[in-house]
């Protein structure tokens, strides 16, 4: 079973920056695709971003393209998500996900941070 383990999140105003991070304990890391998908009230949990934990260059939703920036740290098993020019509408519960490389299915989830930004 992969572990993830989010932190980061929290309250900001608009355009504000925020960075989440996601952990995964143990030697799975370098095995898998990481993504970041985001949920708010009353609609679809949504993809925001996915990067690989080995190399390339991370993918991005439209609606964040150009604001939010991915890293990865093999050294600790994290991979990072850097929000930038927050706006009302990034508010949501944002998870972590994994897949197995090469995988199509997000498998395993992380608990979830919540990102609220006031206007």
């Known amino acids: 079973q992969v572990q993830l383990v989010e932190s980061g999140g929290g309250l900001v105003q608009a355009g504000d920056s925020l960075r989440l991070s996601c952990t995964v304990p143990g030697r799975a890391f370098t095995l898998l695709t990481m993504g970041w998908f985001r949920q708010a009230p009353a609609k679809e949990r949504e993809f925001v971003a996915a990067?690989?934990?080995?190399?390339?260059?991370?993918h991005f939703a439209d609606s964040v393209k150009g604001r939010f920036s991915a890293s990865r740290d093999i050294a600790k098993n994290t991979v990072n998500l850097r929000m930038n020019s927050l706006k009302p509408e990034d508010t949501a519960v944002y998870y972590c996900?994994?897949?197995?490389?090469?995988?199509?299915?997000?498998?395993?989830w992380g608990q979830g941070t919540q990102v609220t930004v006031s206007s």
């Open positions: 990067i690989a934990t080995t190399g390339g260059e991370p």
């Open positions: 996900a994994a897949k197995q490389r090469g995988g199509s299915e997000w498998v395993y």
